[in-house]
């Protein structure tokens, strides 16, 4: 397991980083997202941090919070010795302001999970979307806040914009308040859509890059061909999420069982290694139901893909060309310096 600094912050993560999101899920979307149990939770998280995983992840809207209980129970006094992150912005009850990035539900929100998690800090705590309601600077002070009180160590985002991620910032530096160190955000070698706009802030910026579903919704996994789904029970049979050009996707597919057949591996560690191998990314985030898939996952990291392998999975995968980019790269040719 390697470690890299998140950002520019002083501090290192895994290369992988442990999502709890399929614990706890009882009903509705989350149960078809994952239903661990908290004994099962509980080997599951201790294979985790056995392997060198330092890096857990976890949101409020989890299972109706109940995410956040069995992963704090899990970890109990190993707590301090990881990098603990969650999230706030979801629905979490039905009154109009139990959602959002308001003062008052951030507030509310961050103490709910500290007591859920069991501990008195968040390493990371992340705006989970984009509020258009809230005032961004009322957003930003109220994260300052919690971050000035000791509650979170620092803030990130996810699910947003590359405009709202260099705004913000402007705020955080105009002011002197806490900015994003990170963007959790989905990428995925059959969607790499974030690399037109979120890449280039993100170096900008020195942030770091979460990569969460870094399967497809488990599309990616090997299961799934052109001529057959996946098993009835998994996850993208009854919920088909996050969106993806199949066709696309299969021809990912094709591209990886070809690479995967050649390393004695499966589709799901290629595509995972593909992502390891792109120097933006900084942790993946993986949300294993079992021991079996947390294993094959954790193994992604060892697999050192050639550079044939990585230009034929570049070339299947690449975006078709778009306004601006490909004028700025036209423009940018012949500026690069000069080699001593």
């Known amino acids: 397991m390697r470690y890299s600094t998140f950002g520019r912050t002083g501090i290192f993560v895994s290369e992988l980083c442990f999502g709890s999101m399929t614990f706890g899920g009882k009903d509705g979307i989350w149960e078809k997202i994952g239903n661990t149990a908290q004994?099962?939770?509980?080997?599951?998280?201790?294979?985790?941090?056995?392997?060198?995983?330092?890096?857990?992840?976890?949101?409020?809207?989890?299972?109706?919070?109940?995410?956040?209980?069995?992963?704090?129970?899990?970890?109990?006094?190993?707590r301090k010795d990881i990098v603990l992150a969650s999230k706030v912005r979801a629905r979490v009850g039905p009154g109009p302001n139990d959602v959002g990035l308001s003062r008052a539900h951030i507030m509310r929100s961050v103490d709910e999970s500290l007591r859920r998690l069991g501990t008195d800090w968040l390493d990371l705590y992340q705006i989970h979307g984009y509020d258009a309601l809230t005032p961004l600077d009322e957003t930003l002070r109220a994260l300052d806040d919690i971050v000035r009180a000791g509650k979170v160590r620092y803030v990130g985002c996810s699910n947003v914009a590359a405009w709202q991620i260099a705004k913000a910032n402007g705020l955080a530096a105009m002011h002197g308040w806490s900015r994003f160190e990170s963007l959790q955000a989905y990428y995925t070698i059959a969607g790499r859509d974030l690399e037109r706009e979120l890449v280039p802030v993100l170096a900008d910026q020195q942030m770091g890059l979460m990569v969460w579903s870094p399967l497809a919704g488990g599309l990616l996994s090997g299961k799934y061909t052109r001529e057959q789904d996946g098993p009835a029970d998994s996850r993208r049979t009854t919920f088909d999420f996050p969106p993806v050009n199949r066709e696309r996707a299969f021809a990912c597919i094709d591209a990886m069982r070809k690479i995967g057949d050649a390393h004695g591996v499966s589709v799901a560690r290629v595509a995972l290694a593909w992502l390891l191998a792109q120097k933006h990314v900084t942790t993946i985030i993986i949300g294993a139901k079992n021991e079996r898939q947390l294993r094959d996952n954790v193994e992604a990291t060892t697999l050192k893909l050639t550079q044939e392998d990585l230009s034929t999975l570049d070339g299947v995968s690449a975006l078709a060309p778009e306004y601006p980019g490909w004028m700025l790269a036209r423009q940018a040719a012949g500026r690069e310096p000069s080699a001593r």
Do not use: H, K, P, W
């Open 39 to 78: 004994q099962e939770a509980d080997r599951l998280v201790g294979l985790a941090l056995d392997a060198g995983i330092n890096f857990f992840d976890t949101a409020d809207v989890y299972a109706g919070g109940e995410s956040e209980r069995i992963l704090g129970q899990a970890l109990g006094s190993r």
